[in-house]
């Protein structure tokens, strides 16, 4: 404690007065200056809705596409052809397809209104710090690519890139989607269809709402195939069974057309979760052993089954850009408007100032 210097008390007792006054300014004054929520002031190309309870990427057209289509063909499906199966075959053809028309909705509007793992931007003493520390680390022996780092994962290097955006060393799998102007974490890919990227926070939603759509696309498909096969018996054909039925022609083309894409899909992100890559990973071929040297997958558990596990059930993230907080009014200048009250708050610091000081360097002379 005889080290106590005056430097080292100096930060802290700024600090916690100012931020204590600035936290209490707001709520003494609530009527001269509206406070400011974080998703009114986002620096990424995000649209939110509902005060800040839902956000979507700025070209989110696709996603009332996507949504149209599973609502067309589903209600086509149970107006048209659940009543005739249910007479010929079973009442559980509805209930199968009410559950997964139910699951396929609740996982994709999961999949788009989850943020999915922005990173906040660097503060401007942040990205001043880490511009001193890229500066400082040029005047040694080695000197690595300019603008990147190297750590190691698992005994392999991995580089960090610096993102010139966001201005910080984007983390491991950490990408910037260019459409939504953020970097996102575990980055997998911008889904248009979805209307998001999808990253770390809503893969697993993203998932589970390409697998349900494939059943739900199969189970349909396959139940009209049957419908019509069953009306094509009584003995007028398969043309008057297509007459008889306009709407199952619909559902059939639609089917056909998105049932393969799906049925792909879902099979490249089962293979991408059972080896823990992302699609961003395996386009650029990251981890592919083309450079003649060992360079597999440092993330994997070499196992599927724990990759599963990591990916599918691992534990859930908070959201870093908690877009609902308020904005600090130190970022905002604005908000000081009161010329009368300035100098009582500027007094209260200084003394309080003096006083933590004064407790401070008692403490450590005792
Ligand atoms: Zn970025
Ligand atoms: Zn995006």
Not at 50 to 67: E, F, K, N, S, Y
Not at 73 to 95: Q, R
Request: charged residues 20%; neutral net charge.
């Amino acid at each position: 404690m005889k080290n106590c210097e005056y430097q080292q008390i100096d930060p802290r007792a700024l600090r916690t007065p100012s931020s204590r006054t600035s936290s209490t300014l707001p709520c003494g004054r609530k009527g001269s200056q509206r406070l400011r929520r974080k998703w009114e002031v986002f620096p990424g190309k995000n649209r939110f809705y509902c005060d800040g309870r839902i956000m979507l990427a700025r070209q989110c057209g696709v996603l009332p596409l996507t949504i149209g289509l599973i609502f067309i063909t589903s209600v086509l499906f149970f107006t048209f052809d659940c009543p005739f199966l249910v007479d010929h075959l079973t009442v559980f053809i509805p209930v199968i397809g009410g559950v997964l028309f139910i699951f396929v909705i609740i996982s994709l509007l999961q999949t788009s209104f989850t943020d999915p793992g922005i990173l906040p931007r660097a503060l401007p003493d942040e990205a001043a710090d880490i511009e001193k520390q890229i500066d400082n680390s040029g005047s040694s022996t080695y000197r690595p690519p300019p603008r990147t780092k190297e750590i190691l994962i698992n005994d392999q290097v991995v580089k960090l890139k610096y993102c010139f955006t966001c201005k910080m060393f984007r983390p491991p799998r950490t990408s910037h989607c260019s459409l939504c102007d953020n970097c996102v974490e575990r980055f997998d890919h911008h889904c248009p269809w979805v209307g998001n990227c999808v990253g770390k926070r809503n893969y697993r939603f993203f998932y589970a709402f390409i697998v349900s759509l494939s059943f739900l696309t199969s189970f349909i498909f396959g139940c009209v195939i049957t419908h019509l096969t069953l009306r094509s018996q009584g003995g007028n054909g398969f043309i008057q069974a297509i007459q008889d039925s306009p709407a199952s022609v619909v559902e059939l083309v639609i089917c056909f057309f998105s049932i393969w894409s799906i049925l792909g899909l879902s099979g490249f992100h089962t293979y991408l979760v059972a080896s823990n890559l992302t699609t961003n990973e395996d386009i650029k071929g990251s981890w592919s052993s083309k450079r003649g040297e060992e360079s597999g997958n440092p993330y994997t558990y070499n196992n599927i089954f724990t990759n599963c596990c990591v990916v599918l059930c691992g534990p859930m993230p908070p959201s870093l850009i908690d877009r609902r907080g308020f904005v600090p009014p130190e970022d905002a200048p604005q908000t000081v408007t009161s010329d009368a009250e300035l100098p009582a708050f500027m007094a209260k610091n200084d003394t309080n100032m003096e006083e933590n000081c004064q407790e401070f360097a008692l403490s450590c002379t005792a």
